[in-house]
T-cell receptor
């Protein structure tokens, strides 16, 4: 059974641009969560989707958005990139409520 | 509010036991998790414990939970160089979001 797949693995963008990251959950999993990992702030929750609906949202500005498709794949978008958005973005999939979260390898975004 | 704390570093000799500690503040935590992160990689789920348990053992890993003190620990028996990584504890309350600790960097030396 394939794990959580995130693409691309690495990205370099310039300030002001926008970026879209993709996450394919484990087959059969309908819940996808996104986390940002930085040296200064650690791991912080961005948002969670279940069956195409956002169920939970962290404390990030509106420049961070996401969506989930009917096949459970999820995308995360960051608009008007800032240097501080440089981070490892991790996606986790879950089979349902009260089940464990399995993480992908992450997308490392560098904003220059 | 929700807060999870861990010590930053731990250094152990190969073959010894490692104990990584974690404290949390959210009394409504339902599950507590331990994840491992190797350089350049994502998070690997190691083990978890439900809040109504006080101990869980899984091969070389032992998790102890003191719910009264909101203290969680991960013991790795017979620590190997391949165990060198950053270990995160995380708690989950009534929602499905995880609150992570700062991570403990475990260094295993020969």
């Amino acid at each position: 059974k394939a794990g959580v797949t995130q693409t691309p693995r690495y990205l370099i963008k310039t300030r002001g641009q926008q970026v879209t990251l993709s996450c394919s959950p484990i087959s059969g999993h309908r819940s996808v969560s996104w986390y940002q990992q930085t040296p200064g702030q650690g791991l912080q929750f961005l948002f969670e989707y279940f069956s195409e609906t956002q169920r939970n949202k962290g404390n990030f500005p509106g420049r961070f958005s996401g969506r989930q498709f009917s096949n459970s794949r999820s995308e995360m978008n960051v608009s008007t990139l800032e240097l501080g958005d440089s981070a490892l973005y991790l996606c986790a999939s879950r089979g349902g409520p009260n089940t464990e979260a399995f993480f992908g390898q992450g997308t490392r975004l560098t904003v220059v | 509010g929700e807060d999870v704390e861990q010590s930053l570093f731990l250094s152990v000799r190969e073959g010894d036991s490692s104990v990584i500690n974690c404290t949390y503040t959210d009394s409504s935590s339902t599950y507590l998790y331990w994840y491992k992160q190797e350089p350049g990689a994502g998070l690997q789920l190691l083990t978890y414990i439900f809040s109504n348990m006080d101990m869980k053992q899984d091969q070389r890993l032992t998790v102890l939970l003191n719910k009264k003190d909101k203290h969680l620990s991960l013991r790795i028996a017979d620590t190997q160089t391949g165990d060198s990584a950053i270990y995160f504890c995380a708690e989950r309350g009534n929602t499905d979001k995880l609150i992570f600790g700062t991570g403990t960097r475990l260094q295993v030396f020969p």
